[in-house]
Nanobody, 117 residues
Framework: QVQLVESGGGLVQAGGSLRLSCVASGRTFTNSAMGWFRQAPGKEREFVAFISWSGSTTYYSDSVKGRFTVSRDNAKNTLYLQMTSLKPEDTAVYYC??????????WGQGTQVTVSS
């Protein structure tokens, strides 16, 4: 079983930065691709970023490309999302997820990010 715990969310002004963390328990983290997703009030959950198990491959949604950076430290079982140049439309609950095969099967509880204008 895998447990994912996000942290690092909070309230920030537009243009500011935050770094989210996701700590994984279990032995599958180092062998698994990971993703970040977000869900704003009244909207569906959307993909934000992906990182392969080794960290060598990443990709991003168009809305965050150039502003967000996903990374991981497999020695610490931790996934990160560095967010810069934040905008009010980035306000959402952010979730990390672990991918097994073709699906994201394990999800964290989420961390709230609020960007004020």
């Amino acid at each position: 079983q895998v447990q994912l715990v996000e942290s690092g969310g909070g309230l920030v002004q537009a243009g500011g930065s935050l770094r989210l963390s996701c700590v994984a328990s279990g032995r599958t983290f180092t062998n698994s691709a990971m993703g970040w997703f977000r869900q704003a009030p009244g909207k569906e959950r959307e993909f934000v970023a992906f990182i392969s198990w080794s960290g060598s491959t990443t990709y991003y949604s168009d809305s965050v490309k150039g502003r967000f950076t996903v990374s991981r430290d497999n020695a610490k079982n931790t996934l990160y999302l560095q967010m810069t140049s934040l905008k009010p439309e980035d306000t959402a609950v952010y979730y990390c997820a672990l991918k097994t095969g073709v699906r994201y099967d394990y999800w964290g509880q989420g961390t709230q990010v609020t960007v004020s204008s």
